[in-house]
C-alpha cells in the first residue's frame, strides 16, 4: 500500500517536531528485537542484571 504525499509530509512534520520521542521507540523497538530474536542465554543474563540495577537507581532516585 502506498503512502500518499499528505501523509509523507505529515509524518515528515511529526518526526522533526518529536525527535527525542522517535529515538527513544527507535532505541526500545531495538532493545526488544534483540532480546526476542539474538540474545544468548549470556546475554540475557547481563541484561537481567542491567534492569535490576536500573530499577534500582530509579527507586533511590
Known amino acids: 500500500m502506498a503512502v500518499?504525499?499528505?501523509k509523507?509530509?505529515?509524518n515528515l512534520?511529526?518526526?522533526n517536531a518529536n525527535k527525542e520521542r522517535?529515538?527513544?521507540l527507535n532505541r526500545r523497538s531495538?532493545?526488544?528485537n534483540f532480546i526476542k530474536k539474538l540474545a544468548t542465554l549470556?546475554?540475557?543474563e547481563e541484561i537481567e542484571?542491567?534492569?535490576q540495577d536500573?530499577?534500582?537507581m530509579l527507586e533511590n532516585s
Open 4 to 6: 500518499t504525499e499528505s
Open 8 to 10: 509523507k509530509k505529515a
Open 13 to 15: 512534520k511529526w518526526d
Open 22 to 24: 522517535k529515538q527513544y
Open 30 to 32: 531495538t532493545c526488544r
Open 42 to 44: 549470556e546475554d540475557l
Open 49 to 51: 542484571q542491567l534492569l
Open 54 to 56: 536500573r530499577k534500582n
